[in-house]
């Protein structure tokens, strides 16, 4: 692939990365893995993913630091750490088509999830402790995977914190603090190698971009109708996956 293919893929997909973080607050490295296994194996895909959003996940950290509640952290990211670095491994030992599929169908189901969750504006109040250990299995296991470990625990994070801004400081730190490690362990099993650092370089000026203007534009956009697209684009693109994986 030549220079300016990738370089306008990794652009594009980071533009777009960007705004859907900056209108939904998480999904970033969804609509990042919708691009990257274009470029780069799956299991390199979710390190550049992951690493692409750090610089606008740093600056959301401090911004909302004063709001930060540990306590409801530090559980869920044991838990989500350990099941992530298990699934990191037991990735290696998956052909590519297999975890395409796999990848295909996470995308559909979330896609069919969120739009559900959209469409008929239903919100969760309380979720217990068991719940929590479940999505934070699920959501590690996903990350280690495919660098998607965001819808879950936001939806966690959502329905225990007090606040917006208590809500946007623990899930900011709790994927500030993935992405320390799981980079640092990526990097160190030679899933990650200095090669890769281009394309993360490039994703990042367009996140970072891209999440100030859609925090610019938020205001003016229908943002029902907004996520609502953003939604069935992640479907087709799973199914897009699935069936030509199969």
Same mark, same amino acid.
């Given at each position: 692939?030549?220079?300016?293919?990738?370089?306008?893929? %990794?652009?594009?997909?980071?533009?777009?990365?960007?705004?859907?973080?900056?209108?939904?607050?998480?999904?970033?490295?969804?609509?990042?893995?919708?691009?990257?296994?274009?470029?780069?194996?799956? !299991?390199?895909?979710?390190?550049?993913? =992951?690493?692409?959003?750090?610089?606008?996940?740093?600056?959301?950290?401090?911004?909302?630091?004063? @709001? /930060?509640?540990?306590?409801? &952290? %530090?559980?869920?990211?044991?838990?989500?750490?350990?099941?992530?670095?298990?699934?990191?491994?037991?990735?290696?030992?998956?052909?590519?088509?297999?975890?395409?599929?796999?990848?295909?169908?996470?995308?559909?189901? /979330?896609?069919?999830?969120?739009?559900?969750?959209?469409?008929?504006?239903?919100?969760?109040?309380?979720?217990?402790?068991?719940?929590?250990?479940?999505?934070?299995?699920?959501?590690?296991?996903?990350?280690?995977?495919?660098?998607?470990?965001?819808?879950?625990?936001?939806?966690?994070?959502? =329905?225990?914190?007090?606040?917006?801004?208590?809500?946007?400081?623990?899930?900011? =730190?709790?994927?500030?603090?993935?992405?320390?490690?799981?980079?640092?362990?990526?990097?160190?099993?030679? &899933?990650?190698?200095?090669? !890769?650092?281009?394309?993360?370089?490039?994703? %990042? $000026?367009?996140? $970072?971009?891209? =999440?100030?203007?859609?925090? @610019?534009? $938020?205001?003016? /956009?229908?943002?029902?109708?907004?996520?609502?697209?953003?939604?069935?684009?992640?479907?087709?693109?799973?199914?897009?996956?699935?069936?030509?994986?199969?």
């Amino acid at each position: 692939m030549s220079l300016l293919s990738w370089i306008f893929i %990794i652009i594009f997909a980071a533009l777009m990365a960007g705004f859907v973080q900056g209108v939904t607050g998480f999904g970033s490295g969804i609509v990042m893995m919708i691009f990257l296994p274009h470029l780069l194996p799956i !299991n390199q895909s979710a390190g550049v993913s =992951t690493l692409t959003m750090v610089i606008a996940n740093v600056m959301l950290v401090w911004k909302y630091r004063k @709001h /930060l509640d540990w306590q409801k &952290i %530090i559980a869920p990211f044991l838990i989500y750490a350990c099941m992530a670095l298990s699934s990191l491994y037991l990735s290696s030992f998956f052909a590519s088509n297999h975890l395409k599929i796999l990848l295909g169908l996470l995308l559909i189901v /979330l896609s069919i999830y969120y739009a559900v969750m959209n469409i008929r504006s239903i919100s969760i109040k309380a979720i217990p402790l068991w719940i929590m250990v479940i999505f934070s299995l699920i959501s590690g296991f996903f990350n280690g995977m495919f660098g998607i470990g965001g819808p879950l625990m936001a939806l966690y994070f959502l =329905t225990n914190s007090k606040s917006k801004e208590n809500y946007l400081s623990n899930i900011q =730190t709790f994927f500030l603090m993935d992405t320390f490690l799981m980079t640092t362990v990526r990097f160190s099993s030679g &899933i990650l190698t200095f090669s !890769n650092l281009k394309y993360i370089a490039v994703g %990042i $000026v367009g996140a $970072v971009l891209d =999440t100030i203007l859609a925090n @610019h534009l $938020v205001g003016h /956009l229908n943002i029902k109708l907004m996520k609502l697209f953003i939604y069935i684009f992640i479907g087709l693109s799973g199914l897009y996956y699935l069936i030509s994986s199969i």
